[in-house]
């Protein structure tokens, strides 16, 4: 009996426990910012006050209100630990100017990007290179690493929410760069803040064998001065905390500039139409209380409300208005994303500086336009989802060993010793070696040293020329493969329709010189020599085949569309002249060829539709390009056919026949009419679209009782 009632009260227990919360975080569920007057903990969850010589921690600060270990597992938390391949995202970018590396890098194993590993860089080795544009965090950063290795000494880059958070200008990103280059991660988020100075380095220390030495060293080698007049009466410290980040946190790793001889001065450069119009970054890119961002991909969470699509076509949230896209083929939406036209600068000879290839935010007298890597925005790429759309694009240059195809990075920390006796460079590889002597002379010697035939073959990856030895130990350049190359999404600035691409003409990109079929991409000066420019065909070879042989023909669109509209006057006003007299001709050779002619269009053009009409897409590639000819002659050879009639004598059946088949074939042309117009928004053009596949169908079906009884063709 005592066990039945045992196991009944455990029973019971389990079940109220099922039933409570999880945990009991403090909550204030109001549409007010709650005040944040809190008090200080440090790492070790003792209370900080003015005489304390330790930094705070935010875990703990905030941990006993917010459930910390969730937030960690955001987007941006644990961008330093991430394993998954973020889709289209902005890699970190790996420099060094003695050995002229200049490499994408990203924890995540995406194509085209190295691990930090390949490159010698631990996980204390990235965070101390990369830390100036991360918000720290991350599972693996609070927990075992800070207890082994140089996390020992350093301890965690904490997840800071102040970077994001703080409402004002107060959380300083050049002094949390600096305290990490120190190698103070624990110490970055007060230095950060200000509420403390804090005095010394850790950089070059030994790592001590255990935590209580470690905790010595500290204490020696770094001093924490507290400001007493942050605190208040009761030890609180005032927080100016926001919960919608403002824009200024999201640019500080997300806000590009414009540099390049057509770039516009910095204060003339575009800002974002939806910024302009009142929006904050977080209107868009949102998230709960995991900080999971929604990113406005296609078929990512969240991207079905909050995209441009979720918003200006279908919820109209906060005002968005509703494009018309008036005279734009479907098959523009199909294979172009928005951004494709609405984003990015105008002008190819713009190239971008970025926060994390370039620095920026981090104060710096040396900067300038050249600044490696140079990051070109193709004005189409094809990215995650398939469709074209805008990307960042930089040639990387670095040394690698070949085997057969393969490249794989070598660490300039781990050749340094080797490359510095053959090349000899001081600074920097680009301005040390630019004679082209020189620079032909040293990277032979330095290809040399580092060649191993078990390890394989030394290359240097410079742009988009790979520099070999070649059999008689000369320097040899071969041209890069573009897979090579790091590329990632553009999706900002957007700008307005009015200076959206195709605003001024379809001419911008179907014209031979347009950046659609004739994109450049600058490479770096890595050789001696002025800046490279490389072609870039954005899409795949057959479509640019196609667009290109279209290209070639544009100037004739303006003729095609006269002769078009003028046919299907005609044809209007012979079909209505056919009710009367129309002209008779004896059944002859001329009369016969006019009706062989349409015909033969009519069933070449079903041939080039057919695959497209039955899938329900629009037609599109070589298909759309001989359609369009066809069309014009099959309308001409209506208009002839309907003017010219043979002399022989119809039955009834064969004059109804005739009369309809021709009646739909009116309304063929009309439709066709109206989707080279500038009249009709998707809609109508959809409706249009089909009016013509339908009534293209009717022409058939009234014509059958002529084809079958050759009555149309042949008479007799």
């Known amino acids: 009996m005592k066990r039945v009632v045992s196991l009944l009260i455990a029973l019971f227990g389990l079940t109220l426990g099922a039933l409570a919360p999880a945990q009991n975080y403090k909550r204030a569920d109001s549409r007010k910012p709650y005040v944040h007057r809190i008090p200080l903990f440090d790492v070790a969850g003792r209370s900080i006050g003015a005489n304390s010589h330790e930094p705070y921690s935010p875990r703990k600060t905030c941990g006993p209100c917010h459930d910390v270990p969730v937030i960690e597992q955001g987007l941006h938390s644990d961008a330093a630990i991430r394993k998954d391949p973020l889709r289209d995202g902005e890699p970190w970018v790996f420099r060094d100017s003695r050995t002229g590396t200049v490499i994408p890098v990203s924890p995540d194993k995406r194509p085209g990007v190295f691990e930090p590993e390949a490159l010698g860089l631990d996980p204390h080795a990235f965070l101390r290179t990369f830390g100036s544009h991360l918000v720290g965090g991350g599972e693996t950063l609070v927990g075992a690493p800070a207890e ?66 470690a905790l010595d060293v500290t204490a020696r080698a770094v001093r924490v001065l507290w400001r007493p007049e942050i605190f208040d009466q009761d030890g609180k410290v005032f927080f100016d905390v926001v919960r ?50 929604i990113r ?152 040399a040293a580092l060649s191993s035939p078990e390890e394989g073959e030394a290359v240097f990856v410079a742009g988009n020329r790979i520099l070999s030895l070649g059999p008689d130990g000369t320097l040899r350049s071969d041209a890069a493969d573009r897979e090579l190359t790091a590329r990632w999404s553009l999706g900002h600035p957007v700008r307005p329709a009015r200076q959206a691409l195709g605003a001024h003409g379809c001419e911008e990109c179907h014209e031979g010189g347009s950046n659609l079929l004739a994109a450049r991409v600058e490479v770096d000066r890595t050789v001696p020599g002025s800046i490279l420019v490389t072609r870039w065909a954005p899409l795949d070879v057959d479509t640019t085949t196609g667009l290109g042989r279209m290209a070639r023909t544009w100037r004739l669109r303006r003729l095609f569309k006269w002769l078009l509209w003028a046919g299907g006057a005609l044809v209007t006003v012979v079909l209505i002249a056919a009710l009367g007299r129309p002209l008779r001709l004896p059944s002859s050779g001329p009369v016969l060829l006019l009706r062989a002619i349409f015909l033969l269009t009519t069933g070449l053009l079903v041939g080039t539709s057919f695959t497209s009409w039955w899938r329900g897409e629009a037609i599109s590639g070589i298909p759309l390009l001989a359609h369009m000819p066809l069309g014009l002659i099959w309308i001409w050879s209506l208009v002839a056919n309907l003017a010219v009639r043979s002399a022989e004598v119809d039955s009834r059946l064969v004059r109804v026949s005739r009369f309809l088949m021709f009646l739909a074939a009116w309304a063929t042309t009309v439709a066709a009419l109206g989707l080279f117009t500038a009249w009709f928004d998707q809609e109508g053009m959809a409706i249009l679209l089909r009016i013509h596949r339908w009534a293209s169908l009717a022409a058939g079906a009234a014509g059958l009782p002529l084809w079958l009884r050759l009555r149309y063709l042949n008479p007799a």
């Open 296 to 447: 406005g991909l296609r078929g990512s969470p969240g991207a079905d409300e909050f995209s441009c699509a979720g918003c200006h076509l279908e919820s109209g949230r906060l005002g968005a208005p509703r494009p018309r896209h008036v005279g734009f083929p479907a098959l523009h939406f199909d294979h172009l994303s928005c951004t494709a036209c609405h984003a990015g600068p105008t002008s190819p000879r713009v190239h971008l500086q970025t926060p994390r290839a370039h620095g920026l935010g981090i104060a710096s007298q040396d900067r300038s336009e050249d600044d490696p890597p140079r990051v070109s925005t193709l004005l189409l790429s094809r990215l995650g989802d398939g469709r074209l759309a805008p990307a960042k694009v930089f040639w990387p240059s670095f040394w690698a060993r070949r085997k057969g195809e393969v490249l794989t990075p070598l660490a300039p920390s781990a050749i340094s010793r080797t490359l510095r006796r053959a090349l000899r460079v001081r600074k920097s590889l680009r301005s040390e070696m630019s004679d082209p002597r020189v620079f032909q002379e040293r990277m032979t010697k330095a290809l």
């Open 244 to 293: 919608k980040a403002p824009d200024a946190a999201c640019q500080a790793c997300h806000g590009d500039l414009e540099v390049g001889p057509e770039a516009p001065a910095r204060h003339l450069q575009a800002e974002d139409v939806h910024a302009s119009a009142g929006l904050s970054c977080v209107d868009c890119h949102r998230s709960g209380l995991d900080h999971e961002m």
């Open 148 to 213: 082994r290795g140089r996390f020992l000494l350093t301890g965690s880059l904490e997840l800071d929410c102040m970077a994001c958070h703080e409402a004002g200008a107060r959380w300083d990103q050049g002094a949390w760069a600096k305290a990490i280059h120190k190698d103070l991660l624990r110490w970055a988020p007060t230095a950060a803040m200000g509420f403390a100075s804090v005095e010394g380095s850790l950089k070059g220390k030994p790592v001590p064998g255990t935590k209580k030495e």
